[in-house]
């Protein structure tokens, strides 16, 4: 069940594209003089895997950040059909402080998102992504793949409705990507999927749609 | 109730990270002690109350910009504030406890400096006491909240305090005033008024400092 919750300055709107969580339309940004995305359509409809794909500096993360809310466009608009808590979001950074451990921070973000059942919900998933065994070790002594998997399990903590993965493979070894291969096919069509790749083939697999910025 | 819980997790959080990390606190009453042993020996044969009393300010004032400063440095070193910003509670909250984390920093400087200055100057009364810990509330409401705002620029080291100290006059106003004055009432209730001022208008408008 995903957790939710409202928030001041959320607006419940009457969502006029049934079936779609997510909708943009003409999307563009600028960072001064510089266009970093120019004039992206995108519908993904309830339990949809969108596919991003494009070289470096095609605006991958901008516009993955855009429709997590994190960035505002400069032009076009874009609707969310979830409310900031159905949403998952795991960017470059893995979002988690690395002085505290990986059982710290999951509690901190399960706590700021009303997970219910947080202990047991924590420790599923620190199991399926091989993080129990150093759970209380601070997140400055894993490695980078480590790093990663934590991240995940940020994302997942609350069962969002929408998740937006950018480079998700980033830094795992085949067994993490393995393990996030498996996340990925159970949650297949029960949640709606936003993912951008530099190895396109490996979600192939789940895709519904896909994107390519040029 | 969920907003209390949301901003006891985020306190917690900052508190937790500054016991690991000791960044911020050992600075702060280093710092402080320093200042008054430096201003012991800097004065001239034995400065007079009114002297030492804008001394103390000066120090608490420089003290509470060193660990602002340092407020949102594991949310700009670790990138965690996109983290935060994501998460469905009241962006407030964020500042809220980020305030309360640095009052507790500020309020442990100050349990040194305090009988420091005793040690070295004039008898500590209750009236400073109290303006103390009015000027603190303050203090941190708006250190804080403009701690925020310089985060993200890369002026940061520069702005902090360019934006803070202009902001800090009435406070260190009200609290000299509390300090030194027979009556210190009006001063003592200047603080309150400033303080629940600007706690009204950094909690109202947070919200806009962490969006982009």
Redesign the interface.
Same mark, same amino acid.
């Given at each position: 069940m995903a957790?939710? $919750?409202?928030?001041?300055?959320?607006v419940k709107r009457n969502w006029p594209y049934p079936g779609h969580v997510l909708t943009a339309s003409k999307l563009g940004k600028r960072y001064g003089e510089k266009r970093v995305l120019r004039g992206v359509d995108l519908e993904l409809a309830d339990g949809g895997f969108l596919v991003v794909t494009g070289p470096n500096g095609s605006g991958k993360t901008t516009l993955l950040r855009i429709c997590?809310? *994190?960035?505002?466009p400069t032009e076009g608009t874009v609707e969310r059909a979830v409310? %900031?808590?159905e #949403?998952g +979001?795991l960017?470059h950074?893995p979002?988690? +402080?690395?002085?505290?451990t990986a059982l710290?921070n999951l509690d901190? +973000?399960g $706590?700021? +998102?009303?997970v219910p059942e947080r202990r047991e919900r924590i420790g599923m998933l620190l199991e399926r992504f091989g993080l129990w065994e150093v759970r209380r070790d601070?997140v400055a002594s894993y490695s980078r793949g480590m790093t990663q998997r934590l991240a995940l399990c940020?994302v997942l903590l609350h069962d969002p409705r929408l998740i937006v993965l950018d480079e998700p493979y980033t830094a795992l070894d085949e067994a993490g990507a393995e393990l996030l291969d498996s996340q990925l096919e159970e949650l297949r069509g029960e949640r709606t999927f936003l993912v951008s790749t530099h190895d396109p083939a490996r979600v192939e697999p789940f895709a519904s749609g896909r994107l390519a910025l040029a | 109730m969920?907003y209390l %819980? !949301?901003v006891g997790? #985020?306190a %917690?959080?900052d508190l *937790?990270?500054e016991l690991?990390?000791r960044d911020t606190l050992p600075a702060m009453l280093l710092f402080v002690a320093a200042v008054f042993v430096v201003f012991h020996f800097a004065l001239p044969g034995t400065p007079s109350r009114l002297e030492t009393t804008g001394f103390l300010w000066v120090a608490i004032l420089f003290t509470a910009l060193l660990g602002l400063g340092r407020a949102f440095v594991?949310e700009r070193e670790? $990138?965690?504030m !996109?983290? *935060?910003? #994501?998460?469905?509670? !009241? $962006?407030?909250a964020i500042w809220l406890a980020k305030s309360l984390a640095t009052l507790a920093f500020l309020v442990a400087a100050e349990i040194v400096a305090l009988p420091l200055y005793a040690l070295f100057f004039h008898h500590v009364g209750g009236a400073i006491v109290l303006a103390v810990a009015l000027a603190d509330l303050g203090i941190c409401a708006v250190g804080t909240f403009l701690g925020a705002m310089a985060v993200v620029t890369r002026a940061r080291d520069l702005l902090l305090p360019l934006l803070f100290l202009p902001l800090a006059i009435p406070i260190v106003v009200g609290a000299v005033g509390a300090s030194v004055a027979h009556a210190p009432g009006k001063y003592l209730a200047f603080l309150a008024l400033y303080d629940a001022l600007f706690a009204v208008v950094c909690w109202g408008s947070f919200?806009f400092v962490v969006?982009?």
């Open positions: 957790a939710s $919750r409202c928030s001041k300055g959320l997590a809310g *994190l960035a505002t409310a %900031r808590g #949403l +979001y960017g950074e979002l988690v +402080y690395r002085e505290l710290e901190l +973000y $706590r700021l +998102y009303g601070r940020r | 969920t %819980r !949301d997790a #985020l %917690r959080k *937790l990270l690991r990390a594991p670790q $990138r965690t !996109d983290g *935060l910003v #994501l998460a469905p509670c !009241d $962006r407030s919200e969006s982009e």
